[in-house]
């Protein structure tokens, strides 16, 4: 079993920036993958970036490429989403999610373990 633990959402004007973190606890031994996620009210929630914890191979949604940079410390087993330049359509609650296999990162289906979530509002 792996817990995840989010933390650094928060409402910010258009062009700030915020940093998502995410701790992972338990068996994270099992996990090859974590992503960030996001769900807007009335919309899926859709894969915004990726990191494979063992080789640090990353990828990042096309909305938010340039802007949203995905970084791990593997000696405090915790996943950052640094968000720059922030728009008023990145508003969302931000999940992070964890799998343990290779299929693709931005496919829900793939995840095994998810975070209660935490709310970014961007205001313009």
């Known amino acids: 079993q792996v817990t995840l633990v989010e933390s650094g959402g928060g409402s910010v004007q258009a062009g700030g920036s915020l940093r998502l973190s995410c701790a992972a606890s338990?068996?994270?031994?099992?996990?090859?993958?974590m992503g960030w996620f996001r769900q807007a009210p009335g919309k899926e929630r859709e894969g915004v970036a990726g990191i494979y914890i063992r080789d640090g191979t990353t990828y990042a949604a096309d909305s938010v490429k340039g802007r949203f940079t995905i970084s791990q410390d593997n000696a405090k087993n915790t996943v950052y989403l640094q968000m720059n330049s922030l728009k008023p359509e990145d508003t969302a609650m931000y999940y992070c999610?964890?799998?343990?296999?290779?299929?693709?990162?931005?496919?829900?289906?793939?995840?095994?373990?998810w975070g209660q979530g935490t709310q970014v509002t961007v205001s313009s």
């Open positions: 999610a964890a799998k343990g296999n290779f299929l693709r990162w931005d496919s829900t289906l793939n995840y095994n373990y």
């Open positions: 338990g068996y994270i031994n099992s996990i090859r993958c």
